[in-house]
């Protein structure tokens, strides 16, 4: 067939689509309920949003296809339109399996002269308006999801059972029970929803809110949804707490401007499995944002719910004193955890702020230090011979 033909240079000009799409289309699907015979007509308008001349192709495709029609294959769409409206026309049969049934319409700009017969068609960029045809089940009939929102340890983890119901009749009683199971599978917690009704053809949502006071880490929900003649059962895995490495604290033990600095960087991770392959990146910026130093620790596993230290070593040769804005990433797997800190440097001290403390070392007053406590040495000697000096002279004087 000419249009099979067509379609499959539709296919082949999808895989050239671009994001950046001149086209548009509206709107992007049509929902209908099965009648037995259904004639009807459906318009949807090809929007030109960068105002520019385009030749279109438009071709039918999926279940339904059979039972479209499209007004035109092929149109001009002008400059000066920004938008132009086209139509086609459904001739459903008088028998369809219940459920749900699908049809797309392919809306492409072709290159100006392209041919309407068969491969020549070679599409640069497309858009799609779907049609859906549901066609109810006899009696009472449910369609549902699960789906769970990840809360961290302590906060409510949300349960949202969206339930369609997809018989002939209204859904007089709907409801969820839901046992919540540990990485051991074990049994920990269970719950009830409450009930509710879903009048024939729409679409209704049970939400459950479950206090996660538990330990961080995955879980898995299992569920019955159970309506008036039925059960539906359903499974997910949700976590607590997130998967995240956490930097708690800088120590640096001796600090020269110049000198290559020991940067121990403690890592807390705050997950219940362990995570492998994390490294700390380090980004010292000026005060225009340019990089004036950039390092990296090596990389280390860390097991669950440990802390772990890495080392990162920091050559400031040609680092003036000054302040710096500093940014650490935790990077493992595909995630990257940041901190902006600031590094105040001086000849011989580095200050770490943004940690919610202080971080400083100081060596360059080492030696002041040292001269302090030899001289209040000194004067604790001094101060013992003075008194032993004066009681050997009191005992010869009483003799």
């Not at 983890?157 to 997809?166: G, L, T």
């Not at 299992?222 to 604290?249: H, R």
């Amino acid at each position: 067939m000419r249009l099979n033909r067509v379609f499959i240079a539709v296919i082949l000009g999808l895989f050239l689509i671009s994001f950046a799409s001149s086209l548009g289309v509206s709107p992007a699907r049509t929902t209908i309920n099965f009648e037995p015979g259904l004639q009807k007509e459906v318009t949807f308008e090809v929007i030109n949003s960068e105002g520019k001349e385009m030749n279109i192709v438009l071709a039918g495709d999926g279940e339904l296809a059979e039972y479209i029609s499209v007004s035109s294959n092929n149109a001009k769409v002008l400059a000066t339109e920004s938008s132009r409206e086209f139509s086609y026309s459904i001739n459903l049969p008088s028998e369809l399996e219940p459920g749900l049934h699908e049809a797309q319409i392919y809306i492409l700009e072709a290159p100006s002269g392209g041919s309407e017969a068969g491969t020549q068609v070679l599409a640069t960029l497309g858009v799609v308006t779907q049609l859906h045809v549901h066609v109810p089940y006899p009696g009472k009939y449910a369609n549902a999801k699960m789906v769970i929102y990840n809360a961290n340890q302590g906060e409510n983890v949300k349960f949202v059972f969206p339930v369609v119901s997809a018989g002939e009749f209204d859904l007089t009683s709907v409801r969820a029970n839901v046992d919540i199971y540990n990485k051991l599978n074990e049994k920990i917690d269970s719950f009830n929803t409450n009930s509710i009704q879903v009048p024939s053809g729409e679409k209704k949502e049970i939400v459950y809110n479950w206090k996660a006071d538990v330990p961080i880490g995955g879980y898995r929900a299992s569920a019955a949804l159970i309506y008036d003649e039925g059960t539906i059962n359903l499974e997910e895995i949700f976590s607590v707490g997130s998967k995240e490495l956490e930097l708690q604290e800088i120590t640096i033990n001796e600090f020269s401007l110049g000198e290559i600095v020991k940067l121990e960087m403690l890592v807390e991770n705050k997950w219940s499995e362990p995570i492998s392959g994390a490294y700390i990146e380090t980004r010292i910026l000026n005060d225009e944002g340019g990089l004036v130093s950039n390092f990296e620790s090596a990389s280390h596993d860390i097991d669950p719910l440990v802390k772990k230290v890495f080392n990162s070593f920091w050559d400031t040769a040609g680092v003036k004193v000054g302040t710096y804005e500093t940014e650490i990433s935790i990077n493992y797997a595909d995630k990257s955890s940041k901190k902006n800190l600031q590094f105040q440097v001086e000849e011989n001290e580095l200050t770490i702020l943004g940690l919610g403390y202080v971080v400083s070392s100081r060596t360059g007053e080492s030696n002041t230090d040292t001269l302090v406590v030899i001289l209040i040495s000194v004067v604790i000697i001094l101060v013992l011979v003075n008194l032993l000096w004066f009681f050997l002279l009191r005992k010869r004087l009483k003799k």
